[in-house]
């Protein structure tokens, strides 16, 4: 079987804005990336899964990260892919062999980017560093405490190191002081949150915008008298509705006819996505642009299980399921300002209910947990194939409202 997802994981950088992703593929039970004839890699799997010429679009334009074992190296496997869109990660499970030790320094001629992962400082890997220019170290695995004088050779040589596994923001801290230039991990998600956090008066604004234009007694002309008094918001707008995520191949002049041209539907989510990208001006990009795919993905996932909905409960679902950690306050004060239906108040802060059902898959399928999105997929009758197009509509969508929703 020909593998039918794909997930990223975010690496970052010392600002912790996104650098690239690390691509998680599954094929089969052995949930690996396949060793493969590279013919039939080219027909079967690269082109089936869009990784030609989407590899950029899943990767939302930044690098992808890919792992290789030996028999893809050993067959030129990655001379299928533009050097310039892919990072080749070598499995530390490799034999370090002269065939090998040639692909690699093959690969580095031709201008590909070769990284170690989960490198264990062994001296086997001597023989490979002549052509790697990332060295990624799983701090789980490695002490912290035993990382200076084993990083100290690499940055003499000013070969760039990645932390993995980055858990916590004091994790986090601590491989800033030790050099590391980016970091891998959920840290970023999972901050703890010591006290409330005062939220500033554009914030109120933005979350009370939102509000509004999910209440039952929505006000068209309300809402685009608030955008039209907006500048950034007007041309946000007007950047949106001529962009890729509308592609009606015709221009729009001025707000009232965009506002016209949107219809409350689309509205309400680009409300939601402009609020959603200033309010979380101060927090990495990532958390973002995974709120956006998680809107989009969900959205779709409705859609193939159930239909077209009305009233965008998966899309917010999707969209508020981060908000917590965006404004570093507890998600029952977020809820509590923002009156959202009992569906989606619940499948937030539970993840019961049928949309909640939705974000627990959504999640696994982010964690590369194949296993569970296998098991969740057969309860709302989805395949494989339909998870992988949607997830990757879902990073098309979110490529294309990031250009749009842009401040100038």
């Not at 893809?72 to 002269?98: A, C, M, N, R, Y």
């Not at 239906?341 to 619940?346: G, K, P, V, W």
Request: aromatic content about 10%.
């Amino acid at each position: 079987m020909a593998f039918s997802y794909i997930a990223r994981q975010p690496i970052l950088d010392r600002q912790k804005n996104v650098y690239g992703y690390e691509l998680l593929f599954r094929n089969s039970q052995r949930n690996e990336f396949p060793d493969i004839h590279p013919d039939e890699a080219t027909s079967k799997l690269l082109l089936q899964q869009h990784l030609i010429g989407d590899i950029r679009t899943v990767c939302l334009g930044k690098t992808a990260f890919i792992n290789f074992h030996t028999n893809t190296l050993l067959h030129k496997f990655p001379g299928f892919l533009q050097s310039d869109t892919v990072w080749i990660e070598v499995l530390e499970t490799v034999d370090v062999t002269k065939d090998l030790i040639s692909a690699c320094k093959k690969a580095s001629e031709l201008g590909y980017r070769i990284a170690l992962d989960d490198h264990d400082f062994n001296e086997r890997w001597e023989h490979l560093l002549p052509y790697v220019s990332l060295i990624k170290v799983d701090i789980q695995q490695q002490p912290l405490i035993t990382l200076p004088a084993r990083m100290k050779p690499f940055r003499e040589h000013n070969v760039p190191m990645l932390a993995e596994r980055v858990e916590t923001e004091e994790e986090y801290l601590r491989c800033l002081e030790l050099g590391f230039e980016y970091f891998q991990g959920y840290f970023f998600e999972r901050p703890e949150i010591v006290k409330r956090k005062v939220l500033a008066p554009q914030q109120l604004i933005l979350m009370e915008l939102l509000a509004a234009v999910h209440q039952q007694d929505f006000g068209f002309k309300q809402i685009a008298e608030i955008i039209r008094n907006d500048l950034s918001l007007t041309y946000s707008l007007l950047k949106f509705v001529n962009s890729a995520a509308f592609n009606k191949g015709r221009e729009i002049k001025d707000i009232q006819h965009a506002v016209a041209f949107v219809g409350e539907k689309e509205l309400k989510k680009y409300v939601a996505l402009v609020a959603l990208a200033n309010v979380a001006k101060d927090q990495p990009e990532e958390l973002v642009l995974k709120s956006l795919t998680r809107a989009h993905f969900m959205a779709e996932l409705e859609r193939l299980s159930v239909g077209e909905s009305k009233d965008n409960a998966s899309f917010m679902t999707g969209l508020l399921s981060l908000l917590d950690v965006l404004l570093r306050t507890p998600m029952e004060e977020v809820l509590e300002r923002l009156p959202m239906s009992q569906e989606i108040n619940r499948a937030i802060l539970e993840r019961k209910g049928r949309v909640g059902y939705a974000l627990r898959l959504v999640e696994a399928y982010e964690h590369g947990d194949w296993k569970r999105v296998e098991a969740l997929a057969s309860k709302m009758y989805l395949t494989e194939l339909d998870i992988g197009q949607c997830f990757v509509s879902a990073s098309n969508f979110c490529q294309a409202l990031m250009q749009a929703t842009r401040a100038h």
